[in-house]
């Protein structure tokens, strides 16, 4: 599946992307009002122009026919402050990034429905400190935020076991 990648930006400006299966998906869940800054958490959001992104799915073939997975991009040309790298290299780094973030998830605890719960007693001192996931609504993010407490919201593309 193709995904699509927008930079969004809240009413405060903050900016970060959107992964959407299409743009009528975008479209769908910011009119039921399913987005939200990350940072801030406002359902003001809207998108900005952004240049097109690359699809990245061929490099998972490449691995599974036998690329190893730490291969350095083969330039194609030179990289410098002018011309950056090229798409290909582009696409290589977006997969690494995408590669080491699942990795990061399978290490943390996925604690589900009790997110919100959880973070807050180890935010406390009445858990033991490690890393977790799960699931929160916009108003128990928002509320551990007025606590002191930082969350970030995950894409479900990035947690293997919520595609399950």
Excluded at 91 to 111: D, G
Excluded at 115 to 141: K, L, M, V
Aim: hydrophobic share 35%.
């Amino acid at each position: 599946m193709s995904l699509k990648v927008f930079d969004l930006q809240c009413e405060h400006s903050h900016v970060f992307e959107g992964w959407f299966a299409s743009a009528d998906a975008y479209e769908s869940q910011k009119a039921q009002g399913l987005l939200s800054c990350p940072v801030c958490n406002s359902t003001s959001v809207s998108r900005k122009v952004s240049a097109a992104r690359l699809n990245v799915g061929h490099l998972k073939r490449e691995r599974l026919e036998g690329a190893p997975a730490h291969a350095a991009p083969a330039p194609t040309h030179s990289t410098n402050a002018e011309t950056g790298p090229s798409p290909e290299q582009l696409a290589r780094i977006q997969a690494e990034v995408i590669s080491h973030l699942r990795k990061a998830l399978k290490e943390t605890e996925n604690v589900g429905k009790r997110f919100a719960e959880e973070s807050r007693r180890i935010h406390y001192g009445e858990a033991e400190q490690r890393p977790i996931r799960g699931t929160a609504t916009a108003e128990e993010r928002q509320e551990l935020a007025d606590e002191g407490i930082s969350v970030l919201a995950i894409p479900d593309f990035l947690d293997d076991d919520r595609l399950q």
